[in-house]
Antibody
Framework: QVQLQESGPGLVKSSQTLSLTCTVS??????????WSWIRQPPGKGLEWIGC???????YYNPSLKSRATISLDTSKSQFSLKVSSVTAADTAVYYC?????????????WGKGTTVTVSS | QSALTQPPSASGSPGQSVTISCTGT?????????VSWYQQHPGKAPKLMIY???KRPSGVPDRFSGSKSGNTASLTVSGLQTEDEADYYC??????????FGTGTKVTVL
């Protein structure tokens, strides 16, 4: 059974960099069948796709984040990570790591429980 | 890319049906048969309910069904049950390995 678990600081100061890690169990990053993605949800609001990474290391991002987001992969640790630079209060959200079924499928089938990140001034 | 448009709320009595729309553009919903739907209960992570417009994952009741016409996709919940009360989000592949979500719909079982 595939499981994803987010970890990282719950509080980040404004203008600094938010860093989160997702640890994956029960799945291999060597498979080209999936993308590994980050999705966030501000308090009381809807879901926003941040971006994803393919097993090859190729990355794809939501243009709205204006290059502030970086996703990386560490296959030796079965982890992928998210960094968001120059954070503001608008980056306060629950952050989910998610497995996305890949080519010619494109849906999110396994979600982590989410981790809350608050940006403080 | 702009969020897909969903009605903020929908409701129905137990046993009735409710349909939620999800309107996008010719670049996302209209161009790809990769619309999926997610159910989210308060404080929980979203759960996949429908993928590729109308397919149901194993374990999802057949009361949930999906369809698409042009730039608008729809989720229908038939035979509403109290446990169906939740927020529902659509999502569409938007090309070039990008994805977009809907604005979300709160379903209330009266």
């Amino acid at each position: 059974q595939v499981q994803l678990q987010e970890s990282g600081p719950g509080l980040v100061k404004s203008s600094q960099t938010l860093s989160l890690t997702c640890t994956v169990s029960g799945a291999s990053f060597d498979s080209g069948d999936y993308y590994w993605s980050w999705i966030r949800q501000p308090p009381g609001k809807g879901l926003e796709w941040i971006g994803c990474i393919y097993y090859s290391g190729s990355t794809y991002y939501n243009p709205s984040l204006k290059s502030r987001a970086t996703i990386s992969l560490d296959t030796s640790k079965s982890q992928f990570s998210l960094k968001v630079s120059s954070v503001t209060a608008a980056d306060t959200a629950v952050y989910y790591c998610v497995r996305v079924q890949g080519y010619m499928r494109y849906y999110m089938d396994v979600w982590g429980k989410g981790t809350t990140v608050t940006v403080s001034s | 890319q702009s969020a897909l448009t969903q009605p903020p709320s929908a409701s129905g009595s137990p046993g009735q049906s409710v349909t939620i729309s999800c309107t996008g553009t010719s670049s996302d919903v209209g161009d790809h048969n990769y619309v999926s739907w997610y159910q989210q209960h308060p404080g929980k992570a979203p759960k996949l309910m429908i993928y590729e417009v109308s397919k149901r994952p194993s374990g999802v009741p057949d009361r949930f069904s999906g369809s698409k016409s042009g730039n608008t996709a729809s989720l229908t919940v038939s035979g509403l049950q109290t446990e169906d009360e939740a927020d529902y989000y659509c999502s569409s592949y938007a090309g070039s390995n990008n994805f977009v979500f809907g604005t979300g719909t709160k379903v209330t079982v009266l």
